[in-house]
């Protein structure tokens, strides 16, 4: 299905690059969200499979892919304004707005400061509310990512932007990332080198602000139909997170991929495809 790159240009003077495909005549809209470090290449299986009932929209947020940074830094306040300017941009209604990783704290964040946007429904992939663990709060990263951690991760990238990410994966919940990554690590160097020709001290900066947030009030907001995807071999969360995530949603379905990690609608295309179009039917 051929698709349409627009570049929107933001009141702050930054372009975002949004892919569109299928036509605004069609169906429910819906709005892809990327995980940080990643790019809107990730929603293409399921925007070219939907385009023909759904217009899709995937952004590359600020800050990533090979679109420079002239505004105003990545922070994750400002991609929620950068989601809300997209949705008034296209004038899209009621849209399905669908997150992965950083992709569902943008969609909480913009819920938070954003409440009057009509939104038709949720897709939140293997994602928790607050990053960092502390007293009280043990569904964090790897349920034990505490602050200090946190800063040494940060450091870490700013010695070496590539392998920080790398480990960060490598060193999580999920055993057999790990034994890939200490066993094979040539098998490692096509993302190494993806990661390499990013923009490091601009990601990195985004990464403080998205270990910086506890978006947990942002879960009661959430009215529309909601879908919960985990994996059952999550590099960072464990099923008590994502329990946790859909105790605070009582309305949401969650859905959890067994053998897949912190990508399960990677790990099965077709049965994520099937539950996209059961939200998008839920959302009337």
């Known amino acids: 299905m051929p698709h349409t790159t627009d570049h929107l240009l933001l009141d702050d003077g ?5 892919v569109r495909r299928g036509t605004q005549a069609g169906g429910r809209p819906v709005v892809c969200l990327h ?6 290449a990730d929603w293409t299986h399921w925007t070219q499979a939907l385009a023909g009932a759904h217009p899709s929209f995937a952004w590359d947020a600020r800050a990533h892919a090979d679109v420079p940074l002239t505004g105003a830094p990545a922070t994750l306040e400002r991609m929620a304004d950068d989601l809300d300017a997209l949705i008034r941009h296209y004038a899209l209604e009621r849209p399905l707005l669908l997150g992965h990783s950083m992709g569902a704290l943008t969609i909480w964040m913009h819920a938070l400061r954003h409440p009057g946007t009509a939104i038709g429904g949720y897709g ?4 928790t509310p607050k990053l ?6 043990r569904f964090g990263i790897y349920g034990d990512f505490s602050a200090q951690r946190n800063r040494w991760f940060i450091a870490r990238q700013r010695e070496d932007f590539a392998e920080a990410v790398l480990e960060l994966t490598a060193d999580g919940l999920n055993a057999r990332a790990r034994e890939r990554y ?3 690590p040539a098998k490692f160097q096509r993302s190494r080198d993806w990661l390499a020709g990013l923009a490091h001290a601009a990601l990195t900066e985004c990464w403080c602000s998205l270990a910086g947030a506890d978006l947990r009030p942002a879960l009661a907001r959430l009215h529309a139909p909601v879908l919960l995807v985990y994996g059952d071999e999550s590099n960072f969360y464990t099923a008590e997170t994502a329990r946790w995530v859909q105790a605070q949603i009582p309305h949401a379905r969650l859905e959890t991929y067994a053998g897949a990690d912190h990508c399960p609608h990677f790990w099965q295309r077709d049965r994520f495809l099937g539950e996209l179009r059961a939200l998008l039917a839920a959302c009337g």
């Open 14 to 18: 930054q372009c975002l690059r949004v």
């Open 35 to 40: 995980g940080w470090t990643s790019t809107h």
């Open 124 to 127: 939140l992939i293997d994602q």
């Open 132 to 137: 960092v663990t502390g007293a009280g709060w």
């Open 182 to 184: 200490e066993r094979e």
